[in-house]
């Protein structure tokens, strides 16, 4: 059974400055990785995801994640976060599932604050 | 197109009562998935469907029905509510595998139900 791990539950960070959000999985098979970003009082929407190919993938709003097979992580990363991305990530890793659908687990979130 | 749509935004309940959360996508997504989203726990899948007629349980079915006579809807029936429902449920399409956007799950804005 596949898991993710999301080590921090918060981080705060200082506006204009770099922000690492860490995210490990564990998977029998190979997995397709995602990072979500939900926004106060919204849904969920794709900031970046992995299937194959480089390792490192740019996501929307600045945001890039390197895969680390070796490492099983798949960190979020930002040079210069803004207080607009102040909001909850999830890291998301899926699987294949009964009926061709794709299983899609979600870690806890990490809240990111940026304080101005 | 309005993407992934919830109704209704906000619900309380009591105890025993029973409900419809209904979810509609305009975007001929053939799998849709209900989730709930507690503290500390991130989304974990409730039900799933694969296309109009087919559905299956998540994680946690206990408690809930689903149904999928059209592709576009796929309502949410909670049979007699309980405390340990209140949640934020989210409803969320994404297309099938060799489609667009493969594994990408569009989200909806949520439905936050709390049941006394």
């Known amino acids: 059974a596949q898991s993710v791990t999301q080590l921090d539950s918060q981080v705060p960070v200082f506006e204009e400055a770099p922000v690492e959000l860490r995210c490990n999985y564990s998977?029998?098979?190979?997995?397709?990785l995602f990072w979500y970003v939900q926004y106060p009082n919204q849904g969920l929407q794709l900031l970046l995801k992995?299937?194959?190919?480089?390792?490192l993938v740019k996501g929307i709003n600045g945001f890039e994640a390197e895969f680390n097979k070796s490492q099983t992580s798949f960190h979020l990363r930002k040079p210069s976060v803004h207080i607009s991305d102040t909001a909850e990530y999830f890291c998301a890793v899926s699987e294949p599932f009964s009926g061709g659908y794709q299983k899609v687990t979600f870690g806890i979130g990490t809240k990111l604050q940026v304080i101005p | 197109n309005a993407g992934v749509t919830q109704t209704p935004k906000f619900q309380v309940l009591k105890t025993g009562q029973s409900m419809t959360l209904q979810c509609a996508q305009d975007m001929n997504h053939e799998y849709m998935s209900w989730y709930r989203q507690d503290p500390g726990m991130g989304l974990r899948l409730i039900h799933y469907?694969?296309?109009?007629?087919?559905?299956d349980q998540g994680e946690v079915p206990n408690g809930y029905n689903v149904s999928r006579s059209t592709t576009e809807d796929f309502p949410l029936r909670l049979l007699s509510a309980a405390p340990s429902q209140t949640s934020v449920y989210f409803c969320?399409?994404?297309?099938?595998?060799?489609?667009?956007?493969?594994?990408?799950?569009?989200f909806g804005p949520g439905t936050r139900l709390t049941v006394l």
């Open positions: 469907s694969v296309g109009a007629g087919i559905t």
């Open positions: 998977s029998s098979v190979s997995v397709y």
């Open positions: 992995y299937l194959s190919g480089s390792t």
């Open positions: 969320a399409s994404s297309p099938p595998l060799g489609g667009g956007d493969t594994d990408t799950q569009y």
